[in-house]
T-cell receptor
Framework: RKEVEQDPGPFNVPEGATVAFNCTYS??????FFWYRQDCRKEPKLLMS???SGNEDGRFTAQLNRASQYISLLIRDSKLSDSATYLC?????????FGDGTTLTVKP | GAVVSQHPSWVICKSGTSVKIECRSL??????MFWYRQFPKQSLMLMAT?????????EQGVEKDKFLINHASLTLSTLTVTSAHPEDSSFYIC???????????FGSGTQLSVL
């Protein structure tokens, strides 16, 4: 089993749709959690950190459930520019482990 | 602006040559930097953790003699792909964070093509 597992996708949604990505991690000692966005042939860029209390940034909402070892990302009112690969990242003792990523394509 | 700088962005070289990639933290000191490789449509694969002033820690299956890492200062780590072959062609990315466990800042990546 992989340390970090994500929905494989791809997700193809129309503009304006709401889409949710899930991520599970196997190490219960993991300490910090992030969602990154990666465009083709570019470096990953931080989308948001994920906190136990849940956090929101505009159209993006991230949730963490430590008991279930589960992280989610919700994107509301999808834009064409949201098309990218979304990476779930889990950090334990300074080492970051990446999920394989979920590809989102938002269509007009 | 970028806080981690990576050069070069593109490298095309002949099989058998060595290629050096630099990763610099611009406005903070990084005792640890990370090197990844990414093949098309695949996720980032951690190759090694670069430690300032000591040997790098390599992930299982990564040849340390093939991928030489030097972290000679708190702001610079280099990855040298020695005797590169076509199968080494990939996207190489470095990252660093200000504090252990905090968000990572990535370099812009290096696309290596070995002919």
């Amino acid at each position: 089993r992989k340390e970090v597992e994500q929905d494989p996708g791809p997700f193809n949604v129309p503009e304006g749709a709401t889409v949710a990505f899930n991520c599970t991690y196997s190490n219960s000692a993991s300490q910090s959690f992030f969602w990154y966005r990666q465009d083709c042939r570019k470096e990953p860029k931080l989308l948001m950190s994920v906190y136990s209390s849940g956090n929101e940034d505009g159209r993006f909402t991230a949730q963490l459930n430590r008991a279930s070892q589960y992280i989610s990302l919700l994107i509301r009112d999808s834009k064409l520019s949201d098309s990218a690969t979304y990476l779930c990242v889990v950090n334990n003792a300074g080492k970051s482990t990446f999920g394989d990523g979920t590809t989102l394509t938002v269509k007009p | 602006g970028a806080v981690v700088s990576q050069h070069p962005s593109w490298v095309i070289c002949k099989s058998g040559t060595s290629v050096k990639i630099e990763c610099r933290s611009l406005d903070f000191q990084a005792t640890t930097m990370f090197w990844y490789r990414q093949f098309p449509k695949q996720s980032l694969m951690l190759m090694a953790t670069s430690n300032e002033g000591s040997k790098a820690t390599y992930e299982q299956g990564v040849e340390k003699d093939k991928f030489l890492i030097n972290h000679a200062s708190l702001t610079l780590s280099t990855l040298t792909v020695t005797s590169a072959h076509p199968e080494d062609s990939s996207f190489y990315i470095c990252s660093a964070n200000r504090e252990r466990g905090e968000k990572l800042f990535f370099g812009s990546g290096t696309q290596l093509s070995v002919l």
